[in-house]
């Protein structure tokens, strides 16, 4: 039992392919300096967009 946090990004990047935008976007998140403090202890998830 207990309480736990979870954080949803909505991420959108423009001009760029769906794959490469994706791409950026996870080797963003394991350089980030939040997502380092938190790694392990709140679940990130994604959702990637493209304009």
């Given at each position: 039992?207990?309480?736990s946090?979870?954080?949803?990004?909505?991420?959108?990047?423009?001009?760029?392919?769906?794959?490469?935008?994706?791409?950026?976007?996870?080797?963003?998140?394991?350089?980030?300096?939040?997502?380092?403090?938190?790694?392990?202890?709140?679940?990130?998830?994604t959702?990637?967009?493209?304009?």
């Amino acid at each position: 039992g207990g309480f736990s946090l979870t954080v949803h990004l909505d991420v959108t990047l423009s001009g760029i392919s769906q794959a490469d935008a994706e791409k950026i976007v996870e080797q963003t998140h394991q350089v980030c300096p939040y997502s380092n403090a938190i790694r392990g202890n709140i679940q990130v998830s994604t959702t990637v967009y493209t304009k």
